[in-house]
């Protein structure tokens, strides 16, 4: 059991956490709000990814709390059947240092969809009836692929021919089964556009999905920690039935509210609607810009002193011990070409967070490759009469490396932490996945939304940012005398 000291009761802040999908956002913020309303310091850490990572993040500490599903904890985190009560979960969850309460009041089941006037013209009511149909095309989020409560166990329950597709986003999943693109796709019983788009929700006549009745997932400490808060959140117990969900995702789905305002719906009945769906200009200047801003460069400038730090000495090494030279160069190399999502899910587990930590160390990796090679490349290009003449005038090796050699490769080191800085404002969109900021936080959003103002006014700003960064290396170049011919020299 995972206990915190009494001293640091009601000190600190609560993090919240969420999963990638709308209504968890939405339920983080109000979980937020209601703790921050309680007189508690908290913090919603959004969009963080799947069960998985949530699941390790609760346990390591990195959050106190998440909206989860009884379904999922049952079936995916601790492989039980049927639908067991919150008090045989939380039997199960105590030597974790984990509990469940709070039901909120609604069922948000998975279920499968298609198209109503598709599934009215062949007959298709239930999900047995998709045996029939082999043709069909089906588009299915990752998770639910991935997850055993989702396609796996639903396949061989209902000895369903349609062979797994491959994952695709949940919203994006709704354009394409309006576009013809797809046929079925996974839904929840809450999402708002279930009616938008007239698809019929087909009957589960086997049973196979359990109930997924929405709760609170958090820490066994978090009582004794922020006992106020804890209060205040006990007080959503059966605050929140599944007509009153529906209505709070269609806020931000369909209604173009963020997902603060959607959730301030939950406290204020007559809160204002959203209006329109925001526009590209009015989501690229939203509030969030300067802290946004000011994440990503904090993530890019600190992985890149970092990676500067490393990586010369290791294309120093690689130049000066031939025998090694080979291994470090194929190592950084091998590791640019781990995917960013594996590479983040791997320091998850290795580091036991979730944050900033390990998106620094990931983007610290990718750096490496530019500046290892660029180094090594640049000591190479030394011309062995500079070296000779070092060797008459009776330098030693190190003296010979740092006031010779070096500085004539500097140029070209300088190039190479260049593509690893423009790089790596890239790829620190990724962050935003396991909760440490930047630009990445509106792409996660608006794909959560499919919402494509939401999406280009992260995707623009990372590479304004990028276009800025090459721009600075290049002054700098300039300004030393480094470009064209004389870099060479």
């Known amino acids: 059991m995972l206990a915190a000291p009494a001293a640091s009761a009601g000190t600190g802040v609560l993090t919240v956490g969420s999963k990638r999908f709308t209504e968890s956002f939405i339920l983080g913020e109000i979980v937020r709000e209601t703790a921050i309303r309680a007189g508690v310091k908290a913090e919603h850490k959004p969009g963080l990814g799947n069960t998985g990572i949530l699941f390790a993040a609760l346990k390591a500490g990195a959050i106190d709390v998440y909206p989860e599903y009884t379904g999922t904890i049952a079936r995916e985190l601790l492989q039980l059947d049927a639908n067991p009560s919150l008090e045989e979960l939380n039997r199960r969850l105590l030597p974790i240092g984990c509990a469940v309460a709070v039901p909120l009041g609604f069922n948000n089941t998975y279920a499968l969809a298609m198209r109503d006037d598709q599934a009215a013209r ?22 639910f692929i991935g997850r055993t409560d989702g396609w796996p166990g639903l396949k061989r329950a209902y000895d369903l021919p349609q062979p797994t597709p491959a994952g695709l986003d949940h919203g994006l999943a709704y354009e394409a089964i309006a576009a013809g693109r797809i046929d079925v796709m996974d839904i ?137 030279g080979q291994a470090i160069l194929a190592s950084v190399g091998v590791i640019q070409t781990v995917p960013s999502l594996a590479l983040l899910a791997f320091l998850i587990a290795a580091l036991n967070r979730i944050g900033t930590v390990p998106a620094l160390v990931a983007l610290f990796l990718y750096a490496l490759l530019p500046i290892v090679r660029n180094t090594h490349a640049g000591l ?110």
């Open 122 to 143: 062949l007959g298709i009511r239930t999900i047995s009836d998709l045996a029939r149909h082999p043709a069909l095309k089906l588009g299915l989020s990752q998770e």
């Open 188 to 324: 929840y019983s809450t999402d708002a556009k279930i009616n938008r788009y007239h698809l019929r929700v087909l009957d589960d006549d086997r049973d196979f999905f359990p109930k997924y009745d929405a709760v609170l997932f958090y820490r066994l400490d978090l009582p004794q920690r922020f006992p106020a808060a804890w209060q205040a959140l006990q007080g959503l117990e059966g605050k929140i039935d599944a007509r009153r969900m529906i209505g709070l995702n269609a806020a931000a789905e369909l209604d173009g509210a963020t997902f603060a305002q959607a959730a301030s719906r939950f406290f204020q009945d007559d809160a204002p609607a959203a209006g329109a769906k925001r526009g590209f200009v009015n989501a690229l200047f939203g509030p969030d810009l300067w802290r946004l801003t000011w994440e990503h460069m904090v993530l890019v400038a600190t992985s890149l002193a970092a990676a500067v730090l490393i990586g010369v000495p290791l294309g120093v090494l690689a130049f000066k011990f031939r025998a090694a």
């Open 380 to 489: 190479e290009a030394v011309r062995p009469g500079m070296r000779e003449a070092a060797l008459a005038l009776g330098l030693s090796a190190r003296d010979q490396l740092l006031s010779i050699e070096l500085p004539l490769a500097l140029p070209t080191i300088l190039a190479g932490a260049k593509t690893s800085a423009v790089i790596n404002v890239g790829t620190a969109t990724i962050a935003a996945f396991i909760g440490a900021g930047g630009y990445g936080e509106r792409i996660v959003q608006g794909l959560a939304l499919n919402d494509n103002a939401l999406l280009v006014a992260g995707a623009v700003p990372a590479a304004i940012l990028a276009l800025g960064v090459q721009g600075a290396f290049e002054l700098a170049e300039r300004s030393l005398g480094w470009t064209g011919a004389a870099a060479q020299k």
